[in-house]
Antibody
Framework: EVQLVESGGGLVQPGGYLRLSCETS????????MTWVRQAPGKGLEWVAS????????YYLDSVKGRLTISRDNARNLVFLQMNSPRGEDTAVYYC??????????????????WGQGTTVTVSS | DIVMTQSPLSLTVTPGQPASISCRSS???????????LDWYLQRPGQSPQLLIY???NRASGVPDRFSGSGSGTDFTLKISRVEAEDVGIYYC?????????FGGGTRVEIK
């Protein structure tokens, strides 16, 4: 069974540090881009960051550039979102999702077809 | 950034009746005259989002055939042929053509 399980959320002070993890199983992790999407309380969905299957390219929402960092460990089938100096507006449920399947010259896109259950981050003093 | 606009904001439907949600993008989502990079997601109350439709009109695995997606370029529609109680939730369109990936504001569907 294909599965994504996020962890690492919690209460963090503004300017602090938090690292979210997404443990994956049931598919060839190293073939897929991975994406983080968040949802602030009572709000809609917001894309945060994506990382290519081999980690060679990373893409970020402008408002998180320089503060949030996406990374992956293909040997352990894990994707991370490191939060440095989080702000109140980063308070949200963070979901990881399986994105497009990469290959040498491009990718196959079949939607973000698998999502985790989410992990809640609260940024507050 | 590509702006995604959904309508209506909310919809109340009698079970067994059809429903339709519109999504408009601020620029074309058609790439190389082949694929429209437009998805539809459903977030049921208290749950994670789930993929319904990708590339404009392709149903995701396990999605009932009462759900269909259509449209091209900048105008897209999600149709539910016969709404069931389990279809309650918030529906989002999302463009996957370019980063930042952007979502519509969502359409809340309730059952009468």
């Amino acid at each position: 069974e294909v599965q994504l399980v996020e962890s690492g959320g919690g209460l963090v002070q503004p300017g602090g540090y938090l690292r979210l993890s997404c443990e994956t199983s049931g598919f060839t992790f190293s073939n897929y881009w991975m994406t983080w999407v968040r949802q602030a309380p009572g709000k809609g969905l917001e894309w945060v960051a994506s990382i290519k299957e081999d980690g060679s390219e990373k893409y970020y929402l402008d408002s998180v550039k320089g503060r949030l960092t996406i990374s992956r460990d293909n040997a352990r089938n894990l994707v991370f979102l490191q939060m440095n100096s989080p702000r109140g507006e980063d308070t949200a449920v963070y979901y990881c999702a399986r994105d497009r399947e990469g290959y040498s010259y491009g990718y196959y896109y079949n939607g973000m077809d698998v999502w985790g259950q989410g992990t809640t981050v609260t940024v507050s003093s | 950034d590509i702006v995604m606009t959904q309508s209506p904001l909310s919809l109340t439907v009698t079970p067994g009746q059809p429903a339709s949600i519109s999504c408009r993008s601020s620029q074309s989502l058609l790439e190389s005259n082949t694929h429209n990079y437009l998805d539809w997601y459903l977030q049921r109350p208290g749950q994670s989002p789930q993929l319904l439709i990708y590339l404009g009109s392709n149903r995701a695995s396990g999605v009932p055939d009462r759900f269909s997606g259509s449209g091209s370029g900048t105008d897209f529609t999600l149709k539910i042929s016969r709404v069931e109680a389990e279809d309650v939730g918030i529906y989002y369109c999302m463009q996957a053509l370019q980063t930042p990936l952007t979502f519509g504001g969502g359409t809340r569907v309730e059952i009468k």
